[in-house]
């Protein structure tokens, strides 16, 4: 593809070995050195969903406790030791729940439809499906629909999953809160990213899902499909 070894080495590090998340960062436009965007400050915790066997594949019932707990707790205060809460009580219900399910990864209306009470949330106003791009006025794009959510459904807190990864969005505060390591962050284990505006907040989800340009040769639905990713504007039930 193009890529010196240096470069591949890298990409692998930053994504702790997996190789189609390094290869849509080669592919993307951003570097793996830049640096992030603006914050205001960042909180990480000790854990990441990594640091437990069954916590592979256990991040949409982790952002969706963290969304339960940030909605509960009726405060933007992000600590360490709530994101570790938010991983161990998170892949605790991912256990249960895929007992009596064949399927190792699971969306977030998966999870929601079997009326687990760890999970008293409900999507609002229907999942918002868009489209990584390069364009940041996209009308499906990252900040349009991020907008959308806020603006015309209030929504405080939106999961967004680019399969195979979830993380949820505060939009209230405009905090991004991961249970994946990314070292392109440079953060190696789950964090809260606190952001000073909407604009500053897309800038590091686009570097965590990059838009990846695939190529002329490429037909363009299959382009859209690979840079697609859902959007779950969550609320509490009976609110």
Known sequence: MGFDADQVQEALQ????????????????????????????LVESDVSQ????MGRSACTCISLMGARLYLEQGSCE????????MILKGI?????????RDVEHMSAEEVLSMGSPDFPLE?????RQGILSADSSHPLGLKSLLE?????????????????ETVLVCLDSYIIIDSHPRHFLNVSHAYAKFHDSL????KTLELVFPHTALGADVPEMM?????SFDLYPLKRKNS
């Open 14 to 41: 930053s994504c702790d070995g997996n190789q189609e998340r390094a290869i849509d960062m080669l592919l993307s436009k951003g570097s793996v050195g830049d640096d992030p965007p603006n914050s205001l400050s």
């Open 50 to 53: 990594y640091s437990f066997e």
């Open 78 to 85: 992000i600590t360490a030791n709530l994101l570790k809460d």
């Open 92 to 100: 605790g219900s991912y256990q249960s729940i895929s007992r009596s």
């Open 123 to 127: 999507v609002s106003g229907g999942v």
């Open 148 to 164: 959308s959510c806020k603006n015309e459904l209030n929504a405080k807190v939106v999961l967004l999953t680019k399969t195979p």
């Open 199 to 202: 604009d500053f907040l897309v």
């Open 223 to 227: 382009a859209m499909m690979y840079n």
